[in-house]
């Protein structure tokens, strides 16, 4: 397996960081209890996906300055410079903007234990892409 840099580490210790957080959430009938810290599970979860779209960008030459400040800017530097080719990582990281940032942290809409454990493997698999490449 290759080495990751620091900041795939980031990214993998965000997502850690995430599961860590739901762990300590109370859980009944298949659902968390508490919106709250599920919201901060999926958020720290959304800024690992952003750690890694970083990593990957600057492995590609782009300066710390140019990295996206925006989500419509992380869609154009992946469309750019990551799936130039391929539209498919373009699309992930759009679901996993609406699932994880949207519907998972801005509007606490999901609280069933497997989407939301679904999600993160989610999460986790679109890192290891975008690093192992």
Request: aromatic letters at 10%; a positive charge; charged letters at 30%.
């Amino acid at each position: 397996m290759p080495k990751h840099t620091h900041n795939a580490g980031e990214a993998f210790r965000y997502l850690d960081n995430a599961r860590e957080i739901l762990k300590g959430a109370s859980i009944e009938d298949n659902l968390y209890l508490d919106k709250e810290p599920v919201r901060e599970a999926f958020g720290t979860a959304y800024l690992a996906v952003l750690e890694a779209i970083n990593e990957a960008l600057l492995k590609k030459g782009l300066t710390r300055k140019e990295l996206p400040k925006s989500v419509d800017g992380y869609m154009a530097a992946i469309k750019k410079h990551l799936s130039v080719n391929n539209g498919k990582l373009v699309r992930e990281f759009d679901r996993l903007y609406d699932s994880l940032h949207i519907a998972g942290y801005y509007r606490g809409l999901i609280s069933n234990v497997n989407i939301v454990k679904d999600y993160m493997k989610i999460a986790d698999a679109f890192i290891k892409r975008l690093i192992d490449n």
